[in-house]
């Protein structure tokens, strides 16, 4: 295909041991047709909006044609999945390769649902509209949020029937991405790979990932320190924002410090550490309050993958390993102690604070208060908006919490602004997203959706229509999500 559409692909990936790969094509579809462009990230990518709504654009979202200088290909990897080691890989996506921006960045290209590959292990491969048209939702949000993620380019209806528990319409989705490295792909090198193989692999995660430590005596050390430190970051700024990935397996931990893989994941409603959407978590494993224990849990998976690069003797490995991965959880709380200091716009640190935050907290779970509308409702002082409101033990907190602010030397009008700029709006509503993705799905309307991307893309404004969107459901009934994206 030419490259009128601005496709400046590389394969840095395709240059690793072929052991970390199957060369393998997208299998055509039937009639593909475009359902949603995401246009500020493509005009990021550098690449040509109108361009990419053409007949042959559209063959590339739908694996029917491939751009200039695809390398198409699934990647190995393994993963422990809800605690159980297993060799997996990309059974339902296929990387065309890296598109390399203009500053020499690359981001990866990849198709979800583009057919069977090596690595299917019985699955057809292919994806259903609906689930590729949450993940572009959840994702578009998370951007909006500030927080890491992969991103959706565009979403293609294939024409064909996909059969799950029923049948339905058949869709692919071209998924943006740092890179694709996973916990999983580490654990797989040092499984099944040899050490030189290993040592390739994480030469590779640090240039793409790490350059400024590629000179460090100790680099696989530093490696290991560095995904501590972004995880950290980034399983934080889940819990401030009261999102729940649903399956934190090691195969869905990313190198770069992305969220990835928007299956059985959901935002938390009324605050509830145990809150669990996923159908098939019946033991809580990936439960809200659990998501900083299991990313230590996996950080630990991945610094034993490293073992063998980080010292020649184990025992010594070991211990260098158990030093960088022990900050984790003060790396972890720091960074969210700071977030909750912000939700409730304080700039300096009290020993105090944290009682105060637990003490918010706990009412709120004690209530079913509204995780997001209880901070909308302390940062625009409408406290007669949450279920907290007259009772005797939120006035006693209101009371320390007011106190708390004055002896800041901040102004109150910067409080409410650090609040405004922590506490968003709206957050993608479990009902509202359900609404979307029927309307599309069951009536052919994507009205809905484009309307709710809309809102989400700029959480933070608290613009006047952005209030609707707010509002909880009608029903009481728990809220389940499923797999298969």
Not at 156 to 175: H, Q, Y
Request: proline fraction near 5%; hydrophobic fraction near 35%.
């Amino acid at each position: 295909m030419t490259n009128e559409t601005g496709w400046n692909l590389d394969n840095s990936y395709a240059r690793l041991p072929e052991k970390f790969f199957t060369s393998t094509n997208p299998t055509p579809v039937r009639s593909p047709e475009l359902i949603i462009l995401n246009e500020s990230l493509a005009g990021s990518l550098g690449l040509d909006v109108k361009s990419l709504q053409s007949e042959g654009a559209v063959a590339v979202f739908a694996g029917n044609e491939l751009p200039e200088g695809a390398s198409p290909l699934a990647q190995a990897y393994a993963g422990h999945q809800f605690g159980h080691f297993n060799m997996l890989g990309d059974g339902r996506a296929i990387l065309l390769g890296e598109q390399v921006l203009p500053e020499g960045e690359r981001v990866d290209i990849q198709l979800k649902g583009p057919g069977r590959t090596p690595y299917s292990r019985g699955g057809d491969g292919r994806a259903a509209l609906g689930p590729m048209l949450r993940e572009y939702i959840i994702s578009e949000a998370m951007h909006g949020l500030g927080i890491p993620t992969t991103r959706s380019l565009a979403v293609v209806t294939t024409g064909e029937t996909v059969i799950r528990e029923t049948g339905l319409p058949g869709a692919i989705m071209t998924r943006v991405a740092s890179s694709h490295l996973r916990v999983g792909t580490f654990q797989f090198a040092a499984k099944w790979g040899t050490i030189e193989e290993l040592r390739t692999l994480a030469d590779y995660a640090i240039k793409r990932h790490f350059p400024d430590i590629e000179a460090d005596e100790s680099r696989y050390l530093s490696l290991l320190q560095e995904v501590v430190k972004r995880q950290a970051e980034l399983i934080a700024q889940w819990q401030l924002i009261g999102f729940i990935h649903g399956v934190m397996n090691t195969d869905n931990m990313t190198i770069s410090g992305e969220t990835i893989d928007y299956g059985p994941c959901a935002f938390m409603d009324a605050y509830d550490p145990a809150t669990v959407f996923s159908s098939i978590d019946t033991q809580g494993r990936y439960a809200y309050g659990n998501q900083p224990v299991i990313g230590g849990w996996n950080l630990a998976r991945f610094a034993e993958s490293l073992l063998p690069l980080l010292h020649d003797d184990q025992d010594r490995a070991v211990t260098l390993a158990q030093d960088k991965i022990s900050v984790f959880n003060d790396l972890y709380h720091s960074n969210w102690l700071a977030g909750m200091r912000a939700k409730l716009g304080i700039f300096n640190e009290e020993t105090q604070d944290e009682a105060l935050i637990n003490g918010i907290l706990g009412m709120m779970k004690k209530h079913g208060a509204d995780y997001t509308n209880t901070f909308r409702a302390l940062t625009f002082d409408k406290m007669e908006d949450t279920v907290l409101f007259g009772t005797p033990e939120f006035a006693q907190w209101q009371e320390l919490w007011q106190a708390r602010q004055g002896r800041q030397k901040e102004s109150k009008e910067s409080s409410n602004q650090l609040m405004q700029n922590s506490n968003p709006a709206v957050i993608p509503r479990n009902h509202r997203v359900e609404e979307a993705l029927e309307a599309a799905v069951e009536q052919g309307d994507y009205s809905v959706m484009e309307r709710l991307l809309d809102v989400l893309s700029n959480p933070y404004a608290h613009f006047e229509e952005q209030a609707e969107y707010s509002t909880l459901p009608e029903s009481t009934k728990p809220y389940r999500t499923f797999c298969g994206t």
